[in-house]
């Protein structure tokens, strides 16, 4: 499977495992659409689409066409208990193991939350990467994200050259915090800190000395005006 190739070529393709952990949480009509438009000929798709209790509507009807045989569609818990919940993550965290490096990849910039919590964590930085330029990514993930021991300093210098995301307070300390952040990235930062928090970070002792000393050098600083 060729990653540099236009996405419907990917998607035509892509293992059932990929299609199923794709679709599993997506809000996103587009991608549904994609998804058919790629599978005309392969029955096992068609019938995931069909069967899935999150495929628009449209879409499902259009399948079912193609399909020529009855579906039941799965039903789907309008409150989900947390014991179905930790399942389905579960569930998702064995189709994603049996992914190609590309199909995680797409999986990685296309697929919901869930997905991008389990790909976060990937020893392959490539994939590490292609979930922060997820489209649908949230700021309060990317916080969760900056503050992760595991994840590589080339994502925590990506995440600082996003500007939005930086606005982002909590944000910005989890990034300065993070013992992998490079003290060359953290140091510029530490002058948006608040106070308290250059306290508490002078005495964090996972931070390198230099941004420690700069921290101290900060608070007294600001104590002397």
Do not use: C
């Not at 509507?57 to 930790?86: D, F, G, Y």
């Not at 503050?147 to 500007?163: F, G, W």
């Not at 921290?215 to 002397?224: E, P």
């Amino acid at each position: 499977m060729d990653e540099h190739k236009g996405i419907g070529v990917d998607l035509s393709i892509a293992s059932k495992e990929m299609i199923e952990a794709l679709i599993s949480e997506s809000g996103e009509p587009s991608l549904f659409e994609d998804v058919l438009k790629a599978n005309m000929q392969r029955h096992d798709i068609l019938k995931v689409l069909a069967e899935s209790p999150y495929t628009p509507e449209n879409i499902r009807e259009e399948a079912v066409k193609i399909l020529q045989i009855p579906v039941e569609v799965s039903a789907l818990l309008e409150e989900e208990t947390e014991e179905a919940a930790v399942q389905r993550t579960q569930t998702l965290l064995q189709k994603i193991q049996n992914l190609t490096v590309a199909e995680k990849r797409l999986l990685a910039m296309r697929g919901g939350r869930e997905a991008r919590s389990i790909l976060i964590k990937d020893t392959n930085k490539q994939i590490v990467m292609a979930v922060l330029d997820n489209p649908k990514i949230k700021e309060a993930e990317i916080e969760m994200f900056a503050r992760s021991r595991s994840i590589p300093d080339e994502a925590l210098r990506a995440i600082t050259r996003t500007k939005e995301w930086m606005k982002n307070y909590g944000v910005l300390l989890a990034v300065v915090s993070n013992p992998k952040t490079p003290a060359g990235v953290a140091i510029p930062l530490l002058f948006n800190l608040k106070l308290r928090d250059l306290m508490s970070l002078e005495k964090n002792r996972n931070v390198a000395e230099v941004i420690r000393t700069t921290a101290k050098k900060l608070v007294q600083s600001r104590k002397g005006h």
